[in-house]
């Protein structure tokens, strides 16, 4: 098995067909495919089987250039978010045991591990001949993705060649995605969605992808108009300000919306928008590889809908509700089969699976068949699809001098879905303004993880343990933030 085959295949029954377009550039799938074995040569000496490699690439056909010369050298790829600042990508450097990072941009790390530069001249670069084929198994790992943990920063989840066959690969056959289709890829690259939905989806399929750096609403109008996409994954955000930016592609399309609730109004915002489209919602977790269920929502004239379920369970998985026995009763999410995954990385977290069980934390309910969420243990922040860990942030909080206690929660926002709020409570004798706590954040965070708003409070509402309730700040964000 190796993760480049796949791709690298297409380049031999349709070499000329576009593969990675942008705004100033079109690569088909026979330069693809030597621009991957080429740098596979260039890498041969620094990556193997089982090298952790960071990929600090920004949306650019360089990004796929460089993971599937990892995966065919048989190394294991970390997408790193292209907004990290250099200290936070050390940190994660050192905890996910990252061995080397590819960056588009010069990065100054502490950690001592080798730093390419892509486009820069490196001693590393030694043997240009190309390599054979790395040869793995399905227990051999293939990329360590980021998700929330408890103790205050995110954990590397270890996703195999196993799980990714089992849940990426499939995921053409249940959306409908074949050779003939163009995926506009406007989301951030290094986001599992972005990876499967995207990447992923073109590889296997042996689609065109055009990929758009940044998303503005004028950007992706453009592209829309000059690509004439087919499938178009996007989260909420993106679809309510291509509705109110006034775009109206009238071409047959499907449109997935993932990484947040899809409710009835981004919902009339998509049609509005594309008035042609097939509309898709899911349901997953990093956990469980990516997909666990899809809802074909329809075209707006062929709509079962049902706007809220996330549909029925896909193919090759087991999924049942904890201590559930019937329909419309609530329970925790438990996910079994071969998209489970292998371990945390960078955490003493216990993987939460029980009998090859996946306990996801998730509470459910099955009504006709279709799972439907309706509740989260987990304390994720999505903001636009932008995915926040609000124990890393309350670290940051908590580490200036003025700050006894800190605490992050969801606040409602009306074009991001919900946004970072803050809670602080100061230490006697000290002082410091909002403003200041908010500068503090925004010279060690990534500016998407910055809470809009610090809000400095006598005491924090706790359990009997003495353990923040979020659940009672989380309405004092929205009561503060709307009359603020």
């Avoid at 990929?55 to 978010?81: C, E, W």
């Avoid at 799972?371 to 243990?377: A, E, L, T």
Wanted: with cysteine.
């Amino acid at each position: 098995m190796n993760r480049a085959k796949a791709l690298l295949d297409w380049a031999y029954s349709q070499p000329d067909k576009p593969c990675l377009v942008t705004e100033t550039e079109s690569l088909s799938y026979a330069e693809t495919r030597d621009a991957i074995e080429a740098t596979a040569a260039k890498l041969q000496g620094l990556v193997g089987v089982g090298t952790h490699v960071g990929l600090f690439i920004d949306s650019t056909p360089d990004f796929v250039i460089h993971q599937y010369a990892v995966y065919y050298l048989g190394g294991v790829i970390t997408p790193l978010n292209r907004a990290l600042k250099d200290t936070e990508v050390d940190e994660t450097v050192q905890y996910l045991g990252i061995s080397a990072v590819i960056s588009d941009a010069p990065l100054h790390l502490t950690a001592e591990i080798p730093v390419i530069v892509i486009g820069e001249g490196s001693p590393l670069f030694s043997d240009w001949s190309v390599p054979p084929l790395a040869e793995l198994g399905p227990d051999d790992g293939a990329m360590i993705l980021q998700t929330s943990g408890s103790t205050g920063r995110p954990k590397g989840v270890l996703l195999t060649l196993g799980n990714l066959a089992a849940n990426y690969d499939p995921t053409h056959r249940w959306i409908g995605v074949g050779k003939d289709d163009r995926i506009l890829l406007m989301l951030p690259i290094f986001n599992t969605y972005a990876l499967n939905q995207g990447i992923n989806l073109m590889a296997m399929s042996g689609a065109s992808m055009f990929l758009l750096r940044r998303f503005t609403p004028e950007g992706a109008t453009a592209a829309i108009e000059r690509f004439q996409p087919t499938v178009i994954p996007m989260v909420p955000t993106m679809v309510t300000r291509l509705a109110q930016s006034g775009l109206r592609y009238d071409e047959p399309c499907k449109v997935g919306i993932g990484a947040a609730s899809s409710p009835t109004q981004i919902t009339s915002d998509a049609w509005t928008a594309f008035p042609q489209a097939h509309l898709y919602f899911g349901y997953g977790l990093t956990e469980a590889t990516a997909i666990v269920s899809l809802n074909h929502v329809g075209t707006k004239d062929t709509t079962h809908g049902d706007f809220f379920s996330c549909g029925p369970i896909v193919p090759g998985i087991q999924v049942k509700l904890d201590g559930v026995t019937g329909d419309d009763q609530p329970g925790e999410i438990l996910v079994k089969g071969d998209l489970v995954f292998t371990a945390y990385i960078g955490t003493d977290e216990p993987r939460p699976v029980v009998d090859g069980w996946l306990h996801t934390g998730d509470i459910g309910v099955f009504h006709d068949g279709k799972i439907s969420i309706v509740d989260r243990k987990r304390e994720l922040i999505i903001r636009g699809g932008q995915n926040i860990y609000p124990g890393e942030v309350e670290r940051v909080l908590s580490a200036h001098p003025a700050v006894l206690e800190a605490s992050v929660v969801p606040g409602p926002d009306p074009d991001l879905g919900e946004v970072p709020v803050a809670f602080v409570v100061l230490r006697s004798g000290f002082e410091a303004t909002e403003d200041e706590l908010l500068d503090w954040q925004r010279e060690r965070l990534a500016a998407f993880k910055v809470p809009t708003r610090v809000f400095a409070i006598e005491t924090m509402p706790k359990t009997p343990t003495g353990k923040i309730r979020k659940l009672d700040l989380i309405p004092m964000a929205a009561e503060l933030s709307a009359s603020a």
